[in-house]
């Protein structure tokens, strides 16, 4: 799963004015406008929106901005020059001034909206208005689509201020949160997650707004203060930011034909969907009730393996509703997510989101989305009984679909050929009684240790005698299980490949925010570099400072172990 820096992509994009000749507004060109809306993009109150599939929106800029960080990796992918994120041109841009960008780029951003649902159940009452039409993007704003070496990106500024959608909110991002989601979406690519990008981070050094937080030292459940944060613009980039509920918006408009061009909207969307997203797998020239049923099991697939993936690396999605499920299958809006230490099934890092969200219950939740997704689809089958009959038998194969996912999943973290039920239900009963670190235990265990001492680093708590021997049996009945078919070093070699090092601990990360806040973004970038490199072997000062168990001190931490708001 590791991936490697690419250095040898040559680097073509300099200055704005190049990468303006790479820009192409898909979603602009071949949808529609909200014919409520205003050419000049300055729309900025709460607002219905009943219909088209955006919104113009310029970006509320930020005041003084400084540089904090880019991303060297996506950079050098993109084949942009890394002193392009110094240039005024950029700089302006991915602050939120669009006024003096170079032809053929457009002065004029967007935003989007959709529909709300919470594992299933669909929500209209609780929309600002009670009609359904006053969710979406409230503080992202799109500000650019471009083609680069073939491939097509969307440039979306996180914090970029107000929209039509914002519900009467600021549409600012404050630094704690914005630092937050920059790292990790390059962490997680680094892990082999399918995610979105981080492409450049930039901080006020004077618009500051007032957020709820933990106050030092908090155990709170809820923040128990309102602290003043420093506004920042992260650039998250994506081949598109389409997410479930964007259809299910759509859907539902045309189930009750909400407006005579209903139903042909939710076809415009889900044919740009295909286009944007799944060009390479769906036969262009095939009737649209075929390319329906395409889609909903091409996106199973991806689904599926995202899930895969998170439990893999321990990721928790904390608030997996269907507006934050992307339709590309990648990891999508990185609010209150977190990542498990102390091995716990059900761990849980955003107080708001249940145990329905919570660490090995995100298989179910994906399925709860993936019905949505389907029912999003079905008005567009109205008249193709047989087609709507397969889609229903795509969405009841989500479930075994899934479980093959996990299997395998499990199988490789564990070095073994095929997947042991018996085995891999006494490790986690055994992971649970013995209060383990998750990551830093697969990652002993891909050294095919011969007893307990070789996975005790992980260990938060020392085994009683009982749970030793318990060990000590599953560790020689696992090594007798092991890949035959490879050297033991081999399968080693293959479990680090799956299992990193290096995870995202966030009593690691607050330091670096708090000190962001003070203007010192020192230890933001040495964290990028650490994090974007989880599976290397680092120095012996950084794995003795980063590869280790999460202190006493931190346990139901407010605003560590848990949080209720992102910000």
Known sequence: MANQLITDVPKSVHTLEDLAKLSDYSLLDSLNCDPDATETGDDYAPRQVFSGHYVPVKPTPIANPVYVAHSETFFAELGFDDNLVHTEGFASLFTGDMSNVPSPMRRVGWATGYALSIYGTEYIQQCPFGTGNGYGDGRAVSVLEAVIDKKRWEMQLKGGGPTPYCRGGDGRAVLRSSVREFLVQEHMHGLGVPTSRSLCLFVSQSEQVRRPWYSEGSYATNPDMNVSNPVAISTRVAPSFLRVGQLELFARRARVNQHPDALKELEMIVLHLIAREYQNEIDHELAIAEKV????????????????????????????????????GYTLDYGPFGFIELFDPYYQPWTGGGQHFSFFNQGAAAQTNFDMFCKALQPLLSVAPEALAELNQINLGFASAMQDKMEKMWASKLGLASFDAQLFNQL????????????????????????????????????????????????????????????????????????????????????????????????????????????????????????????????????????????
């Open 428 to 567: 986690i009963t055994l992971m649970v009684q013995t209060s383990v670190d998750y990551s830093i235990f697969f990652r002993e265990l891909s050294k095919i240790p011969d007893d307990i001492s070789g996975v005790s680093k992980s260990f938060y708590n020392t085994p009683t005698d009982e749970l030793s021997e318990q060990w000590a049996l599953w560790l020689q009945k696992w090594r007798s299980m092991l890949n035959t078919q490879e050297s033991i070093q081999k399968t080693a070699h293959m479990m680090q490949q799956v299992n990193p090092k290096y995870t995202w601990r966030e009593w690691l990360v607050v330091p670096a925010y708090q000190q962001a806040g003070k203007g010192d973004f020192e230890l933001v970038r040495e964290l990028q570099q650490v994090l974007t490199q989880p599976f290397d072997e680092q120095s012996s000062e950084i794995e003795s400072k980063y590869y280790s168990l999460k202190p006493q001190a931190f346990f139901d931490a407010g605003g560590v172990s848990h949080y209720s708001c992102s910000s």
């Open 293 to 328: 049923v395409q889609l909903a099991l091409a996106f199973r697939d991806r689904l599926t393996t995202l899930i895969s993936h998170w439990l893999r690396v321990g990721y928790c999605q904390g608030n997996f509703n269907s507006d934050n499920c992307a339709c590309g």
